[in-house]
């Protein structure tokens, strides 16, 4: 996760630079790529242990990032807008082959009650590295500009493969079986989602509530290419709203998460979620004025509501949605939840980010566009309270009177 948050402002500032017209642009040309990928994850999964598959997939970005540094140096040259959508789709390939995979992972060495208490920790930890990454790149994006900092990402990926493979290691000695290849179609991933209803209704709250975050990041893309012009200003910026978010997400595990996922269940932390979203989507529509974004506490109305959606994200939905996939089995575990989590939510913000381009182009303002935000996530509330009811999750509740 250090790894990942030192890229993510330095992706978000390209993003910044061009503002939310050429966000469509990046995002579609996203999926067309994640739909391309998905029969490739597929048949390494089906092919490969565990333990190469890990080991290929992060030394293969490992190498990429050192090959991003010498672009990354000349980018006014290259230009924002062609870099962007290059690194965009890049990133969003590590995500599925990097952040994806080792929750695919955790899945797969934790099941039931001991996942929902154990998750949270993880999760946690994952925190703990989400904060310390934009700590590092608030402390030398200055001293040492943007592209070294791909080196710095580089190092603590290598770093985190290395834990990752001991785990496996000791995985292997415990259970040997756990390890081996999955096997299974390569669009295993796509026929569950159409004949799983878990799967689709995880789909469904895929794009509602990623759709709520994306709207903000469009529209801070706005405010972003009107108020920082430097580059270095506006991976700071992008660097300091991943901090916050942060800082809550870790603040929710400490305090309320585990107890919540333990007490009533992890369906219970998506429905809480939902609920913050319409809150603060509310709050934007009765005080966000047209035009630009107010300013509350020192920052956009809007950076609040990314910091806050964010945080509930990674705080609360994140462990909670992981810790369910735990009932489903290893294929689907694999490639099913991979499937939802790259090429659905990649087409969740290309739909968004298109609608806001539109939607903008008509004069319509951001209170506006925040009210249409309300439904939305009073939407992904029912839809929450509808995977409780799957054949997955309905044993839950007994389990946790067993607890």
Not at 49 to 77: E, G, H, N, T
Not at 80 to 85: C, H, I, Q
Not at 192 to 214: C, H, I, N, Q, S
Not at 327 to 346: Q, S
């Amino acid at each position: 996760m250090t790894a990942y948050y030192i890229i993510r402002p330095v992706r978000d500032q390209l993003s910044g630079a061009v503002g939310s017209q050429s966000l469509p642009l990046f995002y579609l040309a996203v999926f067309v790529v994640m739909l391309a990928m998905t029969p490739l994850f597929g048949a390494l999964v089906a092919r490969f242990r565990r333990k190469q598959l890990l080991a290929w997939s992060y030394c293969f970005f490992i190498l990429c990032l050192l090959a991003f540094v010498p672009p990354f140096m000349v980018q006014d040259q290259i230009g924002a807008r062609t870099l962007g959508v290059v690194f965009y789709v890049w990133v969003s390939i590590f995500n599925l082959f990097v952040v994806s995979l080792f929750w695919s992972f955790m899945a797969d060495i934790f099941t039931g009650v001991r996942a929902r208490s154990v998750f949270p920790l993880i999760a946690l930890g994952g925190m703990a590295g989400a904060i310390f990454g934009p700590l590092v790149t608030k402390l030398l994006v200055q001293r040492i500009g943007v592209a070294p900092l791909l080196i710095v990402s580089a190092v603590t990926l290598a770093l985190s493969l290395g834990v990752l493979l001991f785990l496996s290691a000791e995985q292997d000695r415990a259970d040997s079986r756990q390890g081996e290849p999955i096997g299974g179609s390569l669009w295993a991933g796509i026929k569950e989602l159409a004949t799983r209803p878990f799967l689709r209704y995880m789909a469904l709250l895929m794009l509602l509530g990623d759709g709520v975050g994306t709207l903000a990041y469009a529209l801070l893309a706005d405010y972003s290419k009107q108020h920082l012009t430097d580059r270095i200003a506006r991976t700071a910026f992008y660097n300091d709203l991943d901090l916050y978010a942060n800082l809550l997400g870790a603040l929710l595990q400490l305090t309320v998460t585990r107890w919540l996922m333990m007490r009533r269940g992890a369906v219970s932390a998506l429905i809480v979620t939902a609920i913050v979203n319409l809150l603060l989507l509310t709050a934007v529509a009765l005080w966000g004025p047209v035009g630009v974004p107010e300013l509350t506490f020192g920052m956009p109305l809007l950076a609040i509501l990314m910091i806050g959606s964010r945080g509930f994200t990674y705080g609360m939905t994140k462990p909670a949605s992981d810790a369910l996939y735990t009932r489903v089995p290893r294929e689907t575990r694999y490639k099913g939840k991979n499937f939802i989590e790259t090429a659905v939510w990649r087409l969740g913000d290309f739909v968004v980010t298109s609608g806001v381009s539109l939607l903008g182009s008509l004069g319509v303002g951001v209170a506006t566009m925040a009210s249409i935000g309300v439904g939305v996530s009073a939407l992904a509330t029912w839809i929450s309270r509808l995977v409780g009811r799957t054949p997955e999750v309905a044993p839950e509740a007994a389990e946790r009177r067993a607890a």
